[in-house]
């Protein structure tokens, strides 16, 4: 009985169909391990794409061998040519893919490579093509030790970009008792946002580090002048002791914001689902910074709207953006000698809007892209000793982003700055749940 089923396995045309594409089938396994392997995509998405292709492939029909060409000659090919099953294949990949034969000529192309070397043609060399010094050597390399290469290299015409080359070769066989084919398959990936999200988070932890490393220096030498020459005065020791009780508390600052943003981004897809009334917000925010206020003689005015603005979002973190916009003005701004704040609720745009708007030095327009990066401050002496820690627009950036918000900056250079967070009502936001 299993030998008759063996029989008519064989005789099935399932099992020829399977045999007449197995280099195809093969060709597309072999691409997309590769990828994975290289960590070019990840494994959900090459098992997708590969059986999204072997069903395009089976289903295809007996004549999906090749797919006739009527008049294509941009790649190299003479009208009516057939194309290849391979370059089928290749088209449901979703990086460029080339396959090359062992002279290193083009034997097919998806649409993604094509549009990363236009000069692709079939059966011509690929270094025609693709003028990188690594990605030939690594082809030359792989040709003659039939090993996968992988290389890295970098563009600097027209925009500077990093790229990825992944160079494995195949032996693949159409039927039992043929010899194998030897091709030569090449990916390309543009590692530029990796690396820039790489670089970023490099500058990130250098200046998280100098921030943390100045209030420790000051720290460590207060206390080993407390220990020395300074034990035995008691004025000294007062003194010193105040400003290290000032250290301690901006690097506890510095920290809690850290830790705040990050906690923040891990959340960033999550929106808040609760409804807050911002008036109450605001008035206990000015209430919470009228000692700040007094001592910096500024006058503190609000202007509210007489309705409830209800906003869909968590309190605690609506509070930090107010107390962060408000407090900037009182420190930043003292000169003008008065801050404004003006929450409304605009009905044709479903948004509720709350601006601050201070009357001191301004900012000049180069610094106004830059404020809510991570650390970045217009100017850094005057922050340190305001005791900043240069990432409170960040967080009231990240924090607007999870509500469905956004932060708009506007200032004229010696005229004051108006900070305003826009955050969709609540009633905006039940309808588009």
């Known amino acids: 009985m299993a030998l008759a089923n063996n029989e008519w396995l064989r005789s099935s045309r399932i099992y020829k169909r399977i045999v007449s594409v ?7 396994a072999v691409a997309l391990g590769a990828s994975w392997i290289f960590g070019a995509i990840s494994a959900p998405p090459a098992i997708a794409a590969f ?47 080339i396959a090359l034969d062992v002279q290193g000529e083009v034997v097919a192309a998806n649409a993604p490579a094509r549009a ?29 030790s039939d090993v996968p290469q992988r290389v890295e290299f970098f563009e600097r015409v027209p925009l500077e970009r990093w790229h990825e080359a992944i160079v494995v070769p195949v032996a693949l066989r159409a039927q039992a008792l043929q010899p194998a084919t030897r091709l030569i398959l090449l990916t390309l990936d543009d590692l530029t946002p990796l690396r820039r999200v790489e670089e970023m988070r490099a500058d990130f932890v250098a200046n998280a580090s100098h921030e943390l490393r100045t209030p420790l220096a000051a720290l460590s030498g207060f206390i080993e002048t407390l220990q020395g020459q ?64 007094r001592d910096r003689e500024v006058e503190v005015r609000v202007a509210t709207s007489s309705d409830q ?58 610094h106004l892209p830059r404020l809510t990066e991570r650390f970045y401050r217009v100017d850094v002496a005057d922050s340190r000793a305001q005791g900043g820690t240069g990432l409170g627009l960040a967080l009231v950036k990240h924090i607007l982003n999870r509500h469905g918000g956004r932060l708009t900056i506007e200032s ?14 609540a009633a905006a936001r039940a309808k588009g749940n």
């Open 22 to 28: 197995r280099l195809p089938l093969g060709a597309a």
């Open 412 to 425: 004229v250079y010696g005229e004051g700055a108006t900070f305003t967070a826009v955050l969709p009502l």
């Open 116 to 144: 990363v070397a236009p000069a692709l043609r079939h059966g011509e060399p690929v270094s025609l093509a693709l003028r990188v010094p690594e990605v030939l050597d690594a082809i030359r390399r792989a040709i003659a």
């Open 230 to 293: 300074a034990r035995d005065d008691p004025a000294a020791r007062t003194r010193f002791l105040s400003i290290m009780q000032a250290q301690a508390t901006r690097m506890a600052r510095l920290i809690d914001d850290l830790l705040s943003l990050s906690r923040i981004e891990l959340n960033a897809h999550l929106r808040p689902s609760t409804r807050v009334e911002l008036r109450n917000i605001i008035r206990q925010v000015v209430d919470g910074l009228q000692t700040l206020a």
């Open 309 to 366: 603005v209800e906003v869909l979002g968590d309190r605690d973190e609506l509070l930090r953006v107010f107390e962060n916009l408000i407090e900037n003005a009182l420190k930043y701004a003292a000169s003008g000698k008065r801050v404004d704040i003006a929450l409304s609720a605009d009905s044709s745009r479903n948004e509720a809007r709350v601006a601050v708007r201070d009357h001191g030095p301004g900012i000049a327009p180069e």
């Open 51 to 97: 059986i999204l292709i072997a069903a395009a492939i089976l289903l295809g029909g007996e004549h999906a061998t090749d797919v006739p060409l009527n008049a294509v000659t941009s790649d190299g090919r003479a009208p009516g040519e057939r194309i290849p099953l391979i370059e089928t294949v290749l088209s449901g990949l979703p990086q460029p893919v």
